[in-house]
């Protein structure tokens, strides 16, 4: 049963926001060589539960809404496959959803006593917009903009909790983090096209066509590296964040395999998954760059 749980869940993905909250630490201990433990690991543990909640609640409204059981499932898209295969009644999925969304909001309100209205800020959007992201967000077509979003407030939070300011370096840091977020949930939505537009979806591959959503892939990489190259340029960033670049192989093999295979579900899940190992690993090389900034 654990193991199912993982599933609807989706543990693997929970490294995004783990990504996330360490490349706001990280920047932080390039530029003022401090780390408050405690207040690392609840921003984590917080962080997480936020994460697991709308993960939970994309599923059950999901398949309430009857958009699972007409997707191909593969291991990067059609959901997780738990409720269609009756392995979980929704019910449960919904109250573990709302319980992590809760367990997310305590930690923090903590957060909000110690930091002050900048916290309650980002905390007030978090949770309207998770609780909300699987209906009214998606349904407008904000999914991808909702979780670049995401991405950066946590890099910021992250950064704020710890110095106690928000500065240029933790916001460009964190539209790093958010578009590579955003381009893992972009190309996911290719598969998802047909039976999404039958229930009044509206995702960015809906509204762009999958031919010009293919080339539409290449903004959200150039977003993130120019991104870095400016805050390097500009000193903001460590010269060792190009190590970042590293991973411009996988990208390119990733995009062009979306080009050729737009419309082939069993042909592009290897893009897919390259595509998601392209976003760690940049992430990963992102944070070990402040690191050995110092």
């Known amino acids: 049963m654990l193991s199912?749980?993982?599933?609807?869940?989706?543990?693997?993905?929970?490294?995004?926001?783990?990504?996330?909250v360490s490349v706001g630490l990280s920047l932080n201990w390039w530029q003022n060589q401090s780390l408050e433990v405690f207040e690392a690991a609840l921003t984590f543990g917080g962080v997480m539960a936020l994460h697991a909640s709308v993960d939970l609640l994309n599923d059950f409204w999901d398949f309430k809404r009857g958009i699972d059981t007409k997707t191909k499932r593969t291991k990067m898209s059609g959901g997780t496959g738990v409720l269609p295969e009756g392995l979980l009644q929704p019910s449960s999925v919904y109250r573990a959803g709302i319980a992590f969304l809760i367990i997310g909001a305590i930690i923090g309100?903590?957060?909000?006593?110690?930091?002050?209205?900048?916290?309650?800020?980002?905390?007030?959007?978090?949770?309207?917009?998770?609780y909300f992201y699987s209906t009214k967000i998606v349904d407008s077509g904000l999914?991808?903009?909702?979780?670049?979003v995401k991405g950066s407030m946590i890099v910021i939070g992250t950064y704020f909790i710890q110095s106690?300011?928000?500065?240029?370096?933790?916001?460009?840091?964190?539209?790093v983090v958010g578009s590579l977020s955003s381009l893992v949930l972009f190309i996911a939505s290719f598969p998802d096209?047909?039976?999404?537009?039958?229930?009044?979806r509206k995702t960015l591959v809906i509204a762009l066509g999958k031919k010009r959503a293919a080339k539409f892939f290449w903004v959200f990489p150039i977003l993130s590296y120019l991104t870095i190259l400016i805050g390097v340029f500009t000193h903001l960033f460590p010269i060792f964040s190009l190590i970042t670049l590293f991973a411009v192989p996988?990208?390119?093999?990733?995009?062009?395999?979306?080009?050729?295979?737009?419309?082939?579900?069993?042909?592009?899940?290897?893009?897919?998954?390259?595509?998601?190992m392209f976003g760690r690993i940049t992430g990963a090389l992102f944070v070990i760059g402040f690191i050995l900034g110092l």
């Open 4 to 20: 199912v749980w993982f599933r609807v869940i989706r543990i693997r993905f929970l490294l995004a926001s783990v990504i996330a």
């Open 109 to 130: 309100s903590y957060f909000v006593i110690t930091d002050g209205i900048t916290i309650a800020i980002i905390l007030g959007f978090a949770i309207l917009s998770i």
């Open 143 to 148: 999914g991808e903009f909702f979780v670049a």
């Open 164 to 175: 106690g300011e928000i500065t240029l370096e933790s916001i460009l840091a964190g539209i």
């Open 193 to 200: 096209h047909d039976a999404d537009k039958s229930k009044g």
């Open 250 to 276: 996988l990208m390119i093999k990733s995009a062009i395999g979306l080009k050729k295979n737009y419309d082939s579900v069993d042909e592009l899940i290897p893009y897919m998954s390259s595509t998601l």
